[in-house]
């Protein structure tokens, strides 16, 4: 069946630095990916998707591309700030419907 | 932005009693609702999806009776915990659709953490 899977955390990073979150996912078919964001005492917000093959979703600064190829959705952002500190979900749709399959999260901390 | 919340944010029961959780559509009309499952450090699991005016539709391995799913309203949904033990113990998120395919119109509410004594 579909399933995601991300990098364990905690991810520890001083500001400014590079982020790199690894997801990779099985699906049948063609499924949309993306990544939700949860802040904390607050619900989760998407932050990117991408629909199909070659899309790049990006939003404040993080950006993730969507690669058949090796079936994966990293993301990334160039210079992390303290306020990026969260808990990062990334998740596929699969094509029956609007269902979401979540992989476990990865939790960023950024200190300054 | 469209915003879900979610009564009670933190409940704990002791094991045999029945637990309602509500979650609402503050600003918007929401033809599914939907309702998650997660275990510390694990996945979001999916539980049950819910039409307004309808049946919840359940997952796999999740018991319709145990998990009562009422979506009386274009507002408003509610789980119910029956006779809840303490492996029931975990943290519930719901999300509301406004009806787009894709998931990307998924808002989700803040979490209700349930504690079975």
């Known amino acids: 069946g579909n399933s995601v899977t991300q990098m364990e955390g905690p991810v520890t990073l001083s500001e400014e630095a590079f982020l790199t979150i690894n997801c990779t996912y099985t699906?049948?078919?063609?499924?949309?990916l993306f990544w939700y964001v949860q802040y904390p005492g607050e619900g989760l917000q998407l932050l990117l998707k991408?629909?199909?093959?070659?899309d790049k979703g990006s939003n404040k600064g993080f950006e993730a591309t969507y690669r058949k190829e090796t079936t994966s959705f990293h993301l990334e952002k160039g210079s992390v700030q303290v306020s990026d500190s969260a808990v990062y979900f990334c998740?596929?749709?699969?094509?029956?419907?609007?269902?979401?399959?979540f992989g476990k999260g990865t939790t960023l901390s950024v200190s300054s | 932005g469209a915003v879900v919340s979610q009564h009670p944010s933190w409940v704990i029961c002791k094991s045999g009693t029945s637990v309602k959780i509500e979650c609402r559509s503050l600003?918007?009309?929401?033809?599914?609702m939907f309702w998650y499952r997660q275990f510390p450090k694990q996945s979001l699991m999916l539980m049950a999806t819910?039409?307004?005016?309808?049946?919840?539709?359940?997952e796999q391995g999740v018991e319709k009776d145990k998990f009562l799913i009422n979506h009386a309203s274009l507002t408003l949904s509610t789980l119910t915990v029956t006779s809840a033990h303490p492996e029931d113990s975990s943290f519930y998120i719901c999300?509301?659709?406004?009806?787009?395919?894709?998931?990307?119109?998924?808002?989700f509410g803040p979490g209700t953490r349930l504690l079975v004594l």
């Open positions: 998740a596929l749709a699969n094509q029956a419907g609007t269902a979401l399959i």
């Open positions: 600003d918007f009309q929401a033809t599914t």
């Open positions: 991408a629909t199909k093959a070659d």
């Open positions: 699906a049948t078919g063609y499924p949309s």
């Open positions: 819910s039409n307004e005016g309808s049946k919840a539709t359940y």
């Open positions: 999300s509301a659709d406004q009806g787009a395919r894709g998931g990307e119109t998924q808002y």
